[in-house]
């Protein structure tokens, strides 16, 4: 059974930060590319970063300056750290697992392919 409960959105102050958390079923690491997207209300999904089995990573080019994704295996936990939070960052964020060859099409097919959970509000305001 696929698993993935997001926790830790909320509201912040523009130039805040948050950190989200992604409980997944323990077998997930290492069999998927794991990773993060968001959707706001009227737009179109996002990828924002994945992560391998190895804990390589790679992000979106307009992600890779303030977003911070990590995973700890032994708590079958992925991360999120958010920083200088802006308006234009409130979006449902989910978190997500892909099969895929590479961290670049696995990035890329977040949200589109595999699984994710029910998300995670955050709200930005200015």
């Known amino acids: 059974l696929e698993q993935l409960v997001e926790s830790g959105g909320g509201s912040v102050q523009s130039g805040g930060s948050l950190t989200l958390s992604c409980v997944a079923s323990?077998?997930?690491?290492?069999?998927?590319?794991m990773g993060w997207f968001r959707q706001a209300p009227g737009k179109e999904r996002e990828a924002i970063a994945a992560?391998?089995?190895?804990?390589?990573?790679a992000y979106a080019d307009s992600m890779k300056d303030r977003f911070t994704i990590s995973q700890d295996n032994a708590k079958n936990t992925l991360y999120l750290q958010m920083n200088n939070l802006q308006p234009e960052d409130t979006a449902m964020y989910y978190c997500?697992?892909?099969?895929?060859?590479?961290?670049?099409?696995?990035?890329?097919?977040?949200?589109?392919?595999?699984?994710w959970g029910q998300g995670a509000q955050v709200t930005v305001s200015s």
């Open positions: 997500a697992a892909v099969a895929a060859s590479t961290l670049q099409i696995g990035l890329r097919s977040l949200g589109r392919l595999g699984h």
């Open positions: 992560i391998d089995g190895d804990r390589h990573s």
């Open positions: 323990g077998w997930m690491f290492g069999s998927y590319i």
